[in-house]
């Protein structure tokens, strides 16, 4: 079964940096859709980026110009995070998908998440 391996997050002050990593267990073949979703305390969660290995990429609008999602050929998605709020804190979430479609659902497979951070 594939796993999801997360790091980075943490604390930072607004208008600070973080940058997230997340790994897929396994390259014998490609995962084509990789992003990230976030939930705040009393909110669901939303996608925040995603990007498919064709180079499709997605953005939540209240991101959008900050945020950069990446992916690189081994099964690996990135969240470099610039300017952030602290609306931005939440646990964000890896997630991957088989299909192409940058769409995910609960037959996704899904990381363990990480806290960020943004005081004031």
């Known amino acids: 079964q594939v796993q999801l391996v997360q790091s980075g997050g943490g604390l930072v002050q607004a208008g600070g940096s973080?940058?997230?990593s997340c790994a897929a267990s396994t390259s014998r073949f490609?995962?084509?859709?990789?992003?990230?979703y976030?939930?705040?305390?009393g909110k669901q969660?939303?996608?925040?980026?995603?990007a498919t290995t064709g180079g499709s990429t997605k953005y939540a609008d209240s991101v959008k110009g900050r945020f950069t999602v990446s992916r690189d050929n081994r099964n690996a998605?990135?969240?470099?995070?610039?300017?952030?709020?602290?609306?931005?804190?939440?646990v964000y979430y890896c997630v991957a998908d088989p299909r192409d479609l940058l769409q995910f659902g609960p037959t996704s497979i899904w990381g363990q998440g990480t806290q960020v951070t943004v005081s004031s």
């Open 18 to 20: 973080l940058r997230l």
């Open 77 to 90: 998605v990135y969240l470099q995070m610039d300017s952030l709020k602290p609306e931005d804190t939440a």
């Open 30 to 36: 490609s995962i084509n859709s990789m992003g990230w």
């Open 38 to 41: 976030r939930q705040a305390p």
């Open 45 to 50: 969660r939303e996608l925040v980026a995603a």
